[in-house]
């Protein structure tokens, strides 16, 4: 039996969407990817220690960049996980974009968590913070979207 990749896409907006009370606004979306990250962040600092936290947290950075030109100016402040030039980068993405280029760096975490200590143990985090949400959600891959 072939067991499939993790696709931490529709999870990753899932959680963006629960952290955003279901608002699409940019202001809204920018905040929530930020409260994602950060409680990620907060909830793998026992485990990772905060060098690897911010190690993950840059990586996963680097390969939103990577994904969505549109995020090219955003940063990450690895102290308090804010995320300074997202909403400018969300108020300048059209609308239908918002969502996957808001989930796009907390996406990156996620796949980079799960490659690193496996789907079970790399979504305890997700889990413990958010035991109400279904970790598999179905729908669209978000690195399927385009610009």
């Not at 993790?6 to 959680?15: E, H, R, T």
């Not at 279901?22 to 905060?50: C, F, I, N």
């Not at 940063?75 to 030039?85: E, R, V, W, Y």
Request: charged content about 15%.
């Amino acid at each position: 039996m072939t067991h499939q990749p993790f696709d931490a896409a529709p999870l990753a907006l899932n959680l963006l969407r629960h952290e955003a009370g279901g608002a699409s606004d940019p202001v809204a979306l920018a905040a929530a990817a930020e409260r994602t990250l950060l409680k990620l962040s907060t909830g793998l600092l026992s485990l990772l220690g905060g060098g690897g936290v911010h190690a993950l947290a840059g990586r996963a950075l680097r390969l939103a960049h990577r994904q969505h030109a549109l995020l090219a100016s955003v940063s990450i402040d690895s102290g308090t996980m804010a995320l300074p030039g997202l909403l400018t980068a969300l108020q300048n993405g059209a609308a239908e974009q918002r969502a996957a280029l808001g989930a796009s760096i907390p996406e990156h975490f996620l796949v980079l968590l799960v490659t690193l200590l496996g789907e079970d143990v790399g979504l305890i985090p997700v889990r413990k913070i958010w035991p109400d949400l279904p970790l598999y959600v179905p729908g669209p891959s978000l690195t399927e979207t385009s610009e």
